[in-house]
């Protein structure tokens, strides 16, 4: 069965990552995804040339490219350009990521775009807006989470709060929100019978990302200090060390949960202090109350959890139903049946870097699978797509419009 | 102007985090979502800090929606929502007590799209694993960027296992609408059910990484040492930390930008030479041994004159906000980030706007403040009585 999006044509004039990774998503729901590269382009700047390197290409450009056909196009050249304006009348989707005013300069703004093809969902992403003092800055991941607060929130418990050392997930959260806006937009278009232009911006995708933690703020004027493992609205929520010093993160969410845990302790016969009355005791009774004494709390249950192994309070909590796990590494984890089972890991061949590990579509379809295969070259399929323009060509009946610049 | 998912209905059976901020999203951008909360109410009304008597995570998540009450040890309660998702277009549902009567297999709604939100995903040993943002932030490795080697494990503050599933179930509720059939309005076929989970949401969020790990040419770059790197708190200032990095800073415009930051001792220093090459910043090959160098430098200024100074000279430079800070940017408030929702009691909560901007059907600032619990009860199952006009669909 073809994925959900199965028909839908996107001309992706999208760099770097957020843009590549929402039209990454498209074509993993089915869209025939038409990535264009410029044909001068030096590949060591693909993927913005973030390290490492696989056969000299960005493992940027090799992630953010999934899922998709390559196309070569000089928007410069009037030729291209013309080219450019016949594929984008067979295109439902178009999407850019560029600072205000390089489409118009290259010949896609808007109206342009619009006057080729009407119906088209034309979505624009940018760093930081399109209006206010910022919306010339240039916007990529790692200031997106010092700009955003992102980074406040977390570190060891009375340490300083740190950057997350893993710069994608504010690129990727909005390549996210930008591929859910598109839908929305040919949603819409199902309704209406219209195109539209719709724009999304990191910053407040990436605010939105951390809607919980910034109206925490906003209600209450405390700013939260980095409290390791432990959450800030839920109590006990935080990673105790077991028997043998291996580390598990247990999670009581709710009244119920707490019941079934302080059950677990009790049945453990740790020899703890107050551990056998945690249901009982006054100090316990509602998470607000178990937050307000954390540290108390976290230094008892550290205690009892230090003399049961890891295995015996995952089996434990598990079978009580609540919440917990444990760090799980990369060798690991790409064999481990929870994460290929589901395909959320996989191994995908490429044309020019050999098999790679990826995640794989986060989605389970019943009925229109979702999919998911390597990186294209750029320009990788140019001869095929220019192929299927001609042969439209030679069947249609109106001659393409030729637009002036 | 309707927003672009307007006509749609969204019934809700979902809590905590994942499941309320995914039928938000379907209701700011215009459904009409009705929330089913169990009789002591959804989780996080309970959590801390407690504001007036509900979580302000609860208050954002929970916006733009209808509130009723359901009891799953009654089977008419069972009944009725039943019913309720017959006459939806999309279900979203998690696995907290959910009763085996609402599952996919069990309704007979074929054009519902019905998304299950777990913890670790449907299929595999771990499926009916009960999850925590905790729980799965580890079991995804997302904890490994946080903290330092050997120490007590770090988790991301915010909610990202939670958010990023709830961004990747909204993709999946809307292509799923999408390949519906509603060539029959009232009577649309072609629903299916799509499963979304915290643990393949992380795992695919860190695709960059994998793809590092795969077969790196050469074992460097931020993708892979970033393992071991020591924790990032940003370049430090007189007043407040910053990021910083030369971006194109080379030759002429490097020696000036040493001596406009009075950095003159770094000349002498054996490590100059990759003070004046590593480029990228905090993200850099020798970001960590090169810090001290930089600080001792930007020490002597706060963090506007260090910015000012930077992006004269051609490089980068951001302030490092928190959230009182972000919350007061001009940025911010030019783009809207950060809306007024009257509650229902007139007093009006800040909280994070929706990130979308449509042209052609706006998006309205929402103004549904969050539901009381089972305020909208009578009105909901009113609408549900069987000489009720169903709500129209996609239309």
Redesign the interface.
């Known amino acids: 069965m073809p ?4 028909g ?1 044509r996107v001309f992706d004039l999208t760099l770097w990552m957020v843009g590549p990774w929402a039209s990454t ?1 498209l074509g993993a ?2 869209a025939d995804v038409i990535h264009i590269e410029q044909p001068s382009i030096d590949p060591r700047t693909l993927g913005a040339g ?7 290409t960005s ?2 450009y ?3 490219n999934q899922n998709k056909r390559g196309l070569f196009l000089d928007l410069k050249s009037a030729a291209d350009r013309q080219t450019a304006y016949e594929l984008l009348q067979t295109c439902d989707v178009f999407l850019i990521n560029m600072r205000p005013g390089a489409a118009e300069r290259m010949g896609v703004g808007y109206e342009q775009v619009k006057a080729v093809n009407p119906d088209i969902i034309y979505t624009a992403i940018t760093g ?7 919306r010339d800055k ?1 916007g990529a991941d ?2 997106a989470q ?12 009375g ?11 504010i690129d ?2 909005t390549g ?2 930008a ?3 598109v ?6 278009r ?3 019978g ?8 990191m ?3 990436g ?18 200090q ?10 006990p ?3 105790f ?1 077991c028997q043998w010093g291996d ?1 598990i ?3 009581v ?3 119920d949960e707490w019941q079934r845990f302080a059950a677990v302790m009790r049945e453990s016969e740790a020899e703890v202090e107050g551990i056998d009355d945690l249901a009982t005791d006054p100090r316990w009774s ?3 109350d178990r ?2 004494r954390r540290t108390e709390l976290a230094t008892m249950l550290q205690a009892g959890f230090f003399q049961r192994p890891r295995h015996y309070w995952m089996l434990r909590l ?1 079978a009580a ?10 060798e690991t ?2 064999h481990h ?6 395909h ?2 996989r191994e995908v061949e490429t044309s020019g ?16 699978s979702a999919r998911w295969f390597g990186a294209c070259l750029p320009g990788e399929h140019t001869g095929e797509i220019l192929d299927e323009l001609a042969a439209r060509r030679a069947t249609a009946d109106e001659p393409t419009p030729v637009i002036g610049d | 102007m309707p927003g672009p998912l307007d006509g749609f209905r969204v019934v809700e059976i979902a809590e905590g985090v994942a499941g309320p901020y995914t039928a938000m999203s379907l209701g700011d951008a215009g459904s009409d979502v009705i929330k089913i909360e169990p009789p002591q109410g959804d989780r996080s009304r309970g959590w801390a800090p407690s504001l007036d008597s509900a979580s302000p995570v609860f208050r954002t998540l929970n916006r733009s929606k209808r509130g009723i009450v359901l009891d799953w040890s009654s089977e008419q309660d069972i009944e009725t929502a039943r019913r309720l998702l017959a006459q939806a277009d999309v279900a979203v549902v998690d696995k907290y007590g959910l009763p085996p009567e609402l599952g996919w297999e069990r309704l007979n709604a074929p054009g519902l799209v019905y998304c299950a939100i777990s913890g670790f995903g449907p299929q595999g040993p771990w499926a009916d694993r009960p999850a925590s943002e905790l729980g799965t932030q580890m079991a995804s490795e997302a904890t490994s960027s946080l903290g330092n080697l050997g120490e007590p494990p770090v988790r991301h503050g915010s909610d990202i296992g939670s958010v990023f599933a709830a961004n990747n179930a909204i993709q999946a509720i809307c292509a799923a609408l999408y390949a519906r059939d509603d060539s029959d309005p009232s009577n649309p076929t072609g629903g299916q059910r799509v499963e979304v989970s915290l643990f393949g949401s992380l795992i695919a969020m860190r695709s960059t990484l994998w793809v590092a790990l795969s077969n790196p040419d050469e074992w460097w770059g931020f993708h892979l040492d970033s393992y071991v790197k020591p924790p990032d708190h940003g370049y430090q200032c007189r007043d407040l930390p910053i990021y910083f990095s030369l971006a194109r800073i080379r030759g002429e415009a490097f020696d000036s930008l040493i001596d406009e930051l009075g950095m003159d001792w770094a000349r002498e220093h054996p490590d100059y030479e990759k003070l004046r090459t590593d480029g990228a910043g905090g993200a850099g090959r020798y970001a960590a041994e090169l810090k001290p160098l930089w600080e001792r430098g930007f020490a002597n200024f706060n963090a506007d004159r260090v910015m000012e100074i930077v992006e004269r000279h051609g490089g980068w430079a951001f302030p490092m906000h928190d959230y009182e800070r972000l919350s007061n940017d001009p940025q911010v408030a030019a783009v809207g980030a950060i809306i007024d929702l009257e509650q229902s009691d007139g007093s009006l909560m800040s909280q994070i706007a929706p990130p979308w901007d449509f042209e052609g059907t706006p998006v309205p600032t929402p103004t549904r403040p969050v539901p009381k619990l089972g305020e909208h009860q009578s009105e909901v199952l009113r609408e549900l009585s069987p000489n009720a006009t169903p709500p129209k669909i996609g239309t």
Not at chain 1, 3 to 6: A, N, R, T, V
Not at chain 1, 159 to 169: F, K, L, N, S, T
């Open positions: 994925g959900p999006l199965d839908v998503q729901l089915g973030v390290p490492p390197t696989i056969n000299g493992i940027g090799m992630t953010w930081w807006g399109e209006v206010g003092p910022m240039p790692v200031q010092y700009f955003t607060g992102f980074w406040s929130v977390s570190g060891a418990e340490g300083r709060p740190e950057v997350y050392r893993h710069m994608a997930q990727a959260t996210n929100v591929a859910q806006a839908l929305m937009g040919l949603l819409a199902k309704r209406t219209k195109g539209q232009r719709i724009h999304v911006g910053l407040r995708a605010m939105a990302l951390q809607s919980g933690r910034i109206a925490e703020y906003l209600s209450t004027g405390d700013l939260h980095p409290q390791g493992s432990a959450a800030f609205a839920t109590a929520d935080q990673a060390q580390w993160g247990v999670s969410t709710s009244e509602t998470n607000r937050v307000a598990s139903g609540v919440p917990c796990g444990y760090p799980i590494s990369f984890l790409q049946a929870q994460a290929i089972e589901n959320y890991l870097w050999g098999n790679v590990w990826t995640g794989g579509a986060p989605w389970e379809f019943s009925r229109t």
